[in-house]
């Protein structure tokens, strides 16, 4: 989508996301765990979700507009994942559902595997 804002990619379970459209906010288990929400750029998305959603059933991914988390108030910051060897941008506070430009609906395919949707692939 060019022209548009950088963006940052969140997988999340059916229940948050539509959690979020009713309070207005996306919020997370990690975000009451670890103080954070954690969120991917879009070359992270696949090797994310092989490692922490496999098995977990219906999920969505979100893309986030990183200039409207700051209009908003919500400080991210990027932070370096030893596991991982890459920096991954964490939200401190609820995401503003205003601040999701684009969901999709995100499954495991029958081998277990994952694949972006059409419109994002690199």
Known sequence: ME?????????????????AQQTG????????????IHTS???????TARRHYAGRGALVLLEI???????AGVRVEREWAPKRGEF???AFAPIPVAA????WPFREDAAGGFALPVDLEE
């Open 100 to 103: 999701v430009r684009r969901t």
């Open 3 to 19: 022209g548009l804002a950088p963006a940052l990619y969140r997988l999340a379970d059916l229940p948050d996301w539509e959690a």
């Open 88 to 90: 991954f941008a964490h």
């Open 25 to 36: 906010f996306f919020a997370s288990a990690d975000l009451a765990a670890e103080g954070f």
């Open 65 to 71: 507009d990183e200039a409207a988390l700051a209009a």
């Open 41 to 47: 750029e879009l070359s992270q998305v696949l090797e």
